[in-house]
């Protein structure tokens, strides 16, 4: 996946790979990543009045 980032209002004294690389690290700590599968077991037998032993 290729990524696009815009960075506005930026010198061009700051416009260095460390200060860039700072950037991009602060705004991919920052976004929301997809979680993975959640998935939940629920049981296919509901309560019913038998007590089993």
Request: glycine share 2%; net charge negative.
């Amino acid at each position: 996946m290729l990524k696009t980032y815009l960075f506005e209002n930026i010198e061009i004294e700051q416009a260095n790979y460390m200060n860039i690389k700072r950037f991009i690290d602060a705004r991919n700590k920052a976004e929301i990543h997809d979680s993975p599968d959640i998935r939940i077991k629920t049981s296919t037998a509901g309560m019913d009045s038998e007590v089993k032993f």
